[in-house]
């Protein structure tokens, strides 16, 4: 399985920016999908999550109501849309996936935003 994310870039607080982060290889049997990032010096943490099938969403408390998590089952390609953007949200962003519960990683894309 492999993951490849777009998506990220500079933007100006109360900005907004879609990733996304397209899937290929054998995703037949997806579990969960979902999205983390990292910031310089501190430790890699959720940001939003989806179960396959009816996709329950979850979110980190920092970003609900400003971040939404989707995805396209025909393009095989999940997203995270993110509005109302502050500048503490500028970490490496990494889409994450459970695959006959095998787990991979995208390559991450970097968000930056500027106050």
């Known amino acids: 399985v492999q993951l490849v994310e777009s998506g990220g870039g500079l933007v100006q607080a109360g900005g907004s920016l879609r990733l996304s982060c397209a899937a290929s290889?054998?995703?037949?049997?997806?579990?969960?999908m979902g999205w983390y990032r990292q910031a310089p010096e501190k430790q890699r943490e959720l940001v939003a999550t989806?179960?396959?099938?009816?996709?329950?969403?979850n979110y980190a408390d920092s970003v609900k109501g400003r971040f939404t998590i989707s995805r396209d089952n025909a393009k095989n390609t999940m997203y995270l849309q993110m509005n109302n953007l502050k500048p503490e949200d500028t970490a490496v962003y990494y889409c994450?996936?459970?695959?006959?519960?095998?787990?991979?990683w995208g390559q991450g894309t970097q968000v930056t935003v500027s106050s």
């Open positions: 290889g054998s995703t037949f049997r997806i579990n969960a």
């Open positions: 994450w996936l459970i695959v006959s519960g095998n787990g991979y």
């Open positions: 989806m179960t396959s099938g009816v996709g329950v969403t």
